[in-house]
């Protein structure tokens, strides 16, 4: 079922963000093929222009995720305890993380699923839920993308994948670590979980 994660992850980063005319649901629907195009084009098939492909995901990420707004929910009350250099530090390695980790193996793993488009749904002034279906393997999935409006431009910051939420599952993990670490603790072991993930991209990729 990651596969289906993964496709979802997709939608949301080859998302740009847009101005407060553009419907979320529109903009998902039009720039999905931007990240697969990128996903597809032959000119990234070879093992030495993995990295450069994966940099233009990435930089769609950055584009269209709400990185802060992620950290903070994920992160909930212990947000509190990290200094405003320790946040802004967090944010940076976290997001970094995320690209390294999802990105990776979006790449090693895309085998041309499909999204289908379902509903938009307002949750608040700013804030607007995307239902849509990835569809794997013959079986719908079903994906709800949360997204926020901020100086007239929407950008996701929370994906649901078969109910279970991103900024949930990560904000468990996170409370078990700081019951036994201190912010620049956690900091230190995303920076290492980075050049674990660094290292296991670049030893898969001389393997194959």
Same mark, same amino acid.
């Given at each position: 079922?990651?596969?289906?994660?993964?496709?979802?992850?997709?939608?949301?980063? !080859?998302?740009? !963000?847009?101005?407060?005319?553009?419907? +979320?649901? $529109?903009?998902?629907? /039009?720039?999905?093929?931007?990240?697969?195009?990128?996903?597809? $084009? +032959?000119?990234?098939?070879?093992?030495?222009?993995?990295?450069?492909?994966?940099?233009?995901?990435?930089?769609?990420?950055?584009?269209?995720? $709400?990185?802060?707004?992620?950290?903070?929910?994920?992160?909930? !009350?212990?947000?509190?305890?990290?200094?405003?250099?320790?946040?802004?530090?967090?944010?940076?390695?976290?997001?970094?993380?995320?690209?390294?980790?999802?990105?990776?193996?979006?790449?090693?793993?895309?085998?041309?699923?499909?999204?289908?488009?379902?509903?938009?749904?307002?949750?608040?002034?700013?804030? &607007?839920?995307?239902? &849509?279906?990835?569809?794997?393997?013959?079986?719908?999935?079903?994906?709800?993308?949360?997204?926020?409006?901020?100086? $007239?431009?929407? /950008?996701?910051?929370?994906?649901?994948?078969?109910?279970?939420?991103?900024?949930?599952?990560?904000?468990?993990?996170?409370?078990?670590?700081?019951? /036994?670490?201190? +912010?620049?603790?956690?900091?230190?072991?995303?920076?290492?979980?980075?050049?674990?993930?660094?290292?296991?991209?670049?030893?898969?990729?001389?393997a194959n």
């Open positions: 079922m990651r596969k289906s994660f993964f496709i979802c992850l997709l939608v949301v980063l !080859s998302t740009p !963000s847009v101005s407060n005319s553009e419907q +979320p649901i $529109d903009v998902l629907q /039009k720039s999905i093929n931007m990240g697969i195009a990128i996903l597809e $084009d +032959p000119q990234y098939h070879g093992i030495s222009e993995k990295d450069r492909q994966q940099e233009l995901l990435c930089e769609a990420a950055w584009e269209s995720f $709400d990185f802060k707004e992620f950290s903070k929910r994920v992160l909930g !009350s212990n947000w509190r305890t990290f200094t405003s250099s320790q946040r802004r530090q967090f944010i940076d390695v976290f997001s970094q993380f995320l690209c390294k980790y999802y990105i990776t193996r979006l790449q090693e793993r895309y085998t041309g699923e499909k999204v289908i488009y379902l509903s938009q749904h307002t949750l608040a002034d700013s804030r &607007v839920l995307v239902k &849509v279906n990835v569809l794997w393997k013959g079986v719908e999935v079903p994906v709800e993308v949360r997204m926020l409006k901020r100086n $007239d431009t929407w /950008k996701v910051y929370d994906i649901i994948v078969l109910g279970v939420s991103g900024v949930r599952n990560y904000r468990a993990q996170f409370q078990t670590i700081l019951l /036994k670490q201190s +912010p620049a603790q956690v900091i230190g072991l995303i920076e290492n979980r980075i050049k674990q993930e660094q290292k296991r991209a670049h030893n898969n990729r001389k």
